[in-house]
């Protein structure tokens, strides 16, 4: 009998160190944990003609954004795939699409590869998370497309802890929360160093609206996780607006500077772009102290460093807070004008709101509430296209919220925060709908501090 992956799928090699390093570390590389590179290496040298490792470091390295690295190690495994069966030839041509930048047929291949071989993990997690093939298909509907997959494949994984935790999420980002916990906690119990199932289950917190929890749980378990691990700075960006949520607002600012801000940070550029432009907007607009507007310019270098022109509206998004944020009004123009082009290209799968959005959070940070409010709520149906958590595109929620407010239309943001609060308790929400009370005095405008 020939020599298997942990998920009883065969492995053209006769080298069993290579498949004992090649097992390990595509577990660490579905676990988000630091060490694959170090293992997919050592199947490598057992191996040099092992297709599959070459192709995970291709996957590892991508994930880590070292682009032509991953390509080099594509076109390694392309050459060795002479000798390989069907499902590994298939399993590295998912992976080569996605590395080579081609993400419709990426998908196209994972689908058509899970349907075929539904055990197949490395290809099928491509497809899935905020940032996966699938999210970022432009479709308003990706959470449920995800769902939709998963539990088409559900009956051949039975308690595997990776499979659990995304089918989890999966729940839990299309509002079947306690569900969706159960899976993701199953997922831990399995594995209880899955980062992937640790931000899974944060999902669940934020989701219940449970910031004390969700706090508690963060901190315990970061504890034993390297800071290098791909997402330490995401989970930290959670703990951050925990805290913030619970009002602790120094604690929240110390995370801020510590783990997230892009000099720390040891992520991949567009998740540092994101949690560090999203942390201080929302600091900006939640009424924290003291100001933080200190803390853009390393933001906004960031931004243009690794994303000097639209390309990925999510990215783009994040950029133009910060954009925004520091005055660079012709920096704003031009991402939403390349924006623009790309939309009418059809070279933008999330369409027109991602432009809308960036046009609308400049109007915002100029004061100019009203143009936000109209183009903020004309997004709103669309945010879901531009990828991302429900957690995540809160900041473009909570940005129309405050135009609304600051722009008299009361009526309009009561009625988004009592949706809200019809989905999840929240503290803040509470606040800003009494703002909207009639009668109910002068209030404090969201963003506004005592003098």
Request: proline content about 4%; some cysteine; overall charge negative.
């Amino acid at each position: 009998m020939g020599l298997t992956d942990r998920f009883g799928l065969w492995l053209s090699t006769v080298s069993a160190e290579a498949v004992a390093s090649y097992v390990a570390g595509v577990d660490l590389l579905l676990s988000a944990n630091v060490g694959a590179e170090v293992q997919l290496e050592r199947a490598v040298a057992a191996d040099p003609n092992f297709a599959l490792a070459h192709i995970a470091r291709a996957r590892m390295l991508q994930l880590r954004a070292r682009m032509p690295e991953a390509r080099v190690a594509v076109t390694r495994a392309r050459e060795l795939c002479e000798g390989v069966t069907p499902r590994e030839r298939q399993h590295i041509d998912a992976i080569a699409l996605a590395v080579d930048g081609a993400p419709a047929e990426a998908l196209a291949m994972v689908r058509s590869h899970a349907a075929q071989y539904p055990r197949d993990a490395l290809p099928l997690s491509l497809a899935l998370g905020v940032f996966g093939l699938l999210g970022f298909t432009g479709r308003r509907d990706h959470h449920q497309a995800q769902l939709a997959l998963l539990e088409e494949l559900a009956p051949h994984w039975d308690d595997d802890w990776w499979f659990l935790g995304y089918l989890g999420w999966a729940y839990i980002e299309t509002g079947e929360v306690a569900k969706g916990t159960r899976l993701v906690e199953r997922s831990l119990a399995g594995n209880p160093r899955n980062a992937h199932a640790a931000h899974q289950r944060v999902h669940g917190f934020f989701e219940a609206g449970d910031a004390a929890g969700g706090a508690a749980f963060i901190e315990e378990w970061l504890e034993g996780y390297d800071r290098a691990g791909q997402l330490h700075c995401h989970l930290s960006w959670h703990l951050a607006l925990f805290e913030l949520a619970r009002g602790n607002d120094e604690r929240a600012r110390a995370i801020y500077r510590e783990n997230i801000r892009p000099a720390v940070a040891k992520a991949v550029p567009m998740l540092v772009l994101a949690d560090s432009a999203s942390f201080l907007w929302r600091w900006r607009f939640y009424g924290a102290a003291p100001t933080l507007e200190q803390e853009w310019a390393e933001v906004a270098a960031h931004a243009r460093q690794h994303f000097p022109r639209a390309s990925l509206a999510f990215a783009d998004l994040h950029a133009a807070l910060a954009e925004a944020a520091i005055g660079d009004d012709d920096g704003v123009r031009s991402r939403v004008a390349g924006l623009e082009s790309l939309a009418r290209d059809g070279r933008l799968p999330s369409g027109g709101v991602a432009p809308a959005l960036c046009a609308g959070a400049a109007a915002l940070a100029r004061g100019d509430h009203t143009e936000a409010a109209r183009l903020l709520e004309a997004a709103l149906h669309d945010l879901p296209r531009i990828g991302g958590s429900h957690a995540q595109r809160e900041v473009a929620e909570d940005s129309l919220i405050v135009a609304l407010l600051r722009s008299g239309q009361s009526e309009k943001a009561a009625r988004l925060l009592r949706s809200r609060l019809g989905r999840r308790p929240s503290a803040r929400d509470e606040a800003w709908l009494a703002v909207c009370s009639p009668g109910s005095g002068p209030k404090l405008m969201p963003g506004a501090r005592q003098s």
